[in-house]
């Protein structure tokens, strides 16, 4: 019996885990807007947000994904978490598994396209991303969600090893409005005639 009632306990405390880490994941679905930084005094007055977040390309300031006043969607389930913004001309799709497996990605780069791998953890309510680039360079982001804000803090290797740690707000915007996908929806104006 006393070995039985510790394998109750062990189970309970097991599913206990279970339970608080489920309800730690946050869910960092929507459309974001990078926010552009204050400018220093003294500046022109152009705050410089991360021009390119992806690790593979030119590192921004702000970090991140996208930089300043442009558009991450990202998409999220119990798997997955698939981040799409873009850079320069090309636009980025990064998907993460939200079970520690690792994951593929493809970036634009200056030179060519670049293959790295991440893996993602959640850490309390924060999801840490640790990618890896073809060169071996390690990359890490933290997700979290600070007064309704998305927070990427970015850490990449500087000079001498030492962390460069840069951070990137976000603010949430509206969802896209279903079936706005440009003007090829205005095709159907042609059949107003048969109305008249």
Request: hydrophobic fraction near 25%.
């Given at each position: 019996m006393k070995h039985r009632a510790v394998g109750v306990g062990t189970l309970v405390l097991v599913l206990s885990a279970a339970i608080v880490t489920a309800q730690a994941q946050t869910n960092f679905s929507g459309r974001w807007t990078a926010d552009?930084?204050?400018?220093?005094?003294?500046?022109?007055?152009?705050?410089?947000?991360?021009?390119?977040?992806?690790?593979?390309?030119?590192?921004?300031?702000?970090?991140?994904?996208?930089?300043?006043?442009?558009?991450?969607?990202?998409?999220?389930?119990?798997?997955?978490?698939?981040?799409?913004?873009?850079?320069?001309a090309s636009t980025v799709t990064l998907t993460f598994n939200l079970d520690g497996t690792e994951t593929k990605n493809t970036v634009p780069t200056n030179f060519a396209p670049e293959t790295q791998t991440s893996r993602a953890a959640w850490e309390g309510d924060k999801l840490v991303i640790v990618t890896t680039t073809a060169a071996g360079a390690r990359?890490?982001?933290?997700?979290?969600?600070?007064?309704?804000?998305?927070?990427?803090?970015?850490?990449?290797?500087?000079?001498?090893?030492?962390?460069?740690?840069?951070?990137?707000?976000?603010?949430?915007?509206?969802?896209a409005p279903p079936g706005r996908g440009g003007r090829g929806g205005r095709g159907g104006e042609g059949g107003r005639g048969g109305d008249e």
């Open positions: 552009r930084p204050a400018a220093p005094a003294g500046s022109d007055g152009e705050g410089r947000g991360g021009e390119e977040g992806e690790g593979g390309g030119r590192r921004g300031r702000g970090g991140g994904f996208s930089g300043a006043n442009q558009v991450t969607t990202i998409t999220q389930d119990a798997n997955k978490l698939v981040a799409v913004f873009p850079q320069g990359q890490t982001r933290t997700l979290s969600l600070v007064t309704g804000k998305l927070v990427v803090e970015t850490s990449t290797p500087g000079a001498g090893g030492a962390p460069v740690v840069s951070r990137q707000t976000y603010t949430k915007g509206p969802d």
